[in-house]
């Protein structure tokens, strides 16, 4: 039988929820609610919360930020960068049970069309948690960027910097 989904916007009633699947798709990258309550305040749209038959079972954060560097892991941003040249992909987490379901690559398409109708030319993200090939199908490539290595270890060893081109 089919599972009804959908991804819809995310409000800052649905954090506690977030906190869950974070706890339980990230355990080796926890991030505090305030983080997650501070990038959905900024970017609200930027923000989705995927349900699986009327239940929390994945979300997204993405904002606009600088080329090239990473926001700290379990960091507050204070404000979105008004020269910001790339759009960010913070996190994208879904539970077992939204997995294989076409949820992700429907929410990656949506988050990059959201950013091309916003004028960035590329799109940015680290790859964590085994996750290089589903970025690479979705046509993110890694990037070298020295700078970056010793942020990239606080993630984990084999964390990589990638980049889309959407122009």
Do not use: C
Request: proline letters at 8%; a negative charge.
């Amino acid at each position: 039988m089919n599972k009804a989904m959908h991804w819809r916007a995310l409000t800052t009633l649905d954090l506690p929820a977030v906190e869950t699947i974070a706890a339980a798709v990230h355990p080796h990258f926890p991030e505090d609610t305030t983080i997650f309550a501070e990038r959905q305040r900024l970017y609200p749209d930027g923000t989705r919360l995927l349900e699986v038959d009327g239940a929390p079972a994945g979300y997204v954060f993405s904002h606009p930020w600088h080329f090239q560097t990473l926001p700290p892991l379990n960091s507050l941003l204070g404000a979105i960068p008004a020269d910001a040249d790339t759009y960010y992909l913070h996190d994208l987490a879904l539970l077992p049970a939204a997995r294989g379901t076409g949820a992700a690559a429907m929410i990656v398409g949506d988050i990059l069309r959201h950013a091309r109708s916003a004028g960035f030319a590329t799109m940015s993200l680290v790859a964590v948690n085994g996750s290089l090939p589903f970025w690479h199908k979705h046509g993110f490539r890694a990037q070298t960027v020295p700078e970056l290595a010793e942020k990239l270890a606080s993630y984990e060893d084999a964390a990589r910097f990638m980049v889309k081109p959407l122009g």
